[in-house]
């Protein structure tokens, strides 16, 4: 479970979240949306520690992380992955050895068992015999999907997407959302996804919330969304402004 309790963050002297809680229950599918800039990757990164908050407390399974140590925050972290907006790739290594970066700090598989969990990962992401190739063989979707593998290749119990098909095209989009789908629904972890695609929203995830001007607008399923009369989120969903 992931508390989020009353976090604020401001850059300069800009406030991007003010005083927002969440709570993300073991299980969920939650989608993170909102126009650009309204702080929907900030509240990401407060989950996994790479942002602190200036005011407020992040709990991971009711463990304040901004109170352990770099050691301790690393412990959080192996339960958790982050799939970032364009992939994170090391350009110098190959598909093969980008997803055993994340098998690293695993001392329960032998070479043989990682090299194994390569191939499967990325069978799990429909990408076969692509170990030997470097990021820049790599078309922008397949990417996305070998961040994807390298992602779940640790098993987390919390996966983190920062706008997965940003900058893709409609179909790979497609593509990479019906694969989202399929972990999320063969895996038992939390997925917690920012985007601003509506087939995400609809056809994924349990729970929304939705960011406006640094608070949290809207917390509820995607049925509700759908059937809200704000004429604020009705603009957003359908990009027709009410006269």
Do not use: W
Not at 3 to 28: A, H, R
Not at 63 to 72: E, H, M, Q
């Amino acid at each position: 479970m992931i508390n989020i309790e009353n976090i604020s963050k401001s850059f300069s002297d800009k406030i991007i979240l003010n005083q927002v809680s969440l709570t993300i229950n073991k299980g969920d599918s939650l989608a993170i949306i909102g126009q650009s800039g309204v702080g929907k990757s900030v509240l990401l990164k407060h989950m996994n520690a790479l942002l602190k908050p200036d005011k407020g407390r992040v709990l991971i399974d009711n463990i304040d992380i901004n109170k352990l140590s770099f050691a301790g925050k690393q412990e959080i972290r192996k339960k958790m992955s982050m799939v970032f907006q364009f992939g994170a790739l090391f350009d110098s290594l190959t598909v093969k050895d980008n997803i055993l970066l994340a098998l690293s700090n695993s001392n329960s598989l032998n070479e043989t068992e990682k090299n194994e969990k390569v191939a499967e990962m990325l069978d799990l992401v429909n990408l076969d015999n692509i170990e030997h190739l470097y990021p820049s063989d790599l078309s922008g979707g397949m990417q996305k999907r070998v961040g994807i593998a390298r992602a779940i290749a640790i098993n987390p119990d919390y996966i983190l997407y920062d706008e997965p098909t940003t900058g893709l095209d409609p179909i790979t989009t497609d593509k990479i959302s019906n694969l989202i789908k399929n972990i999320s629904n063969k895996k038992s972890q939390t997925t917690i996804i920012v985007t601003h695609e509506m087939k995400i929203v609809n056809q994924i995830v349990n729970k929304i919330v939705m960011l406006y001007e640094g608070n949290i607008i809207f917390e509820g399923s995607p049925e509700d969304l759908n059937c809200s009369n704000d004429k604020y989120i009705k603009y957003f969903i359908t990009g027709k402004k009410e006269r």
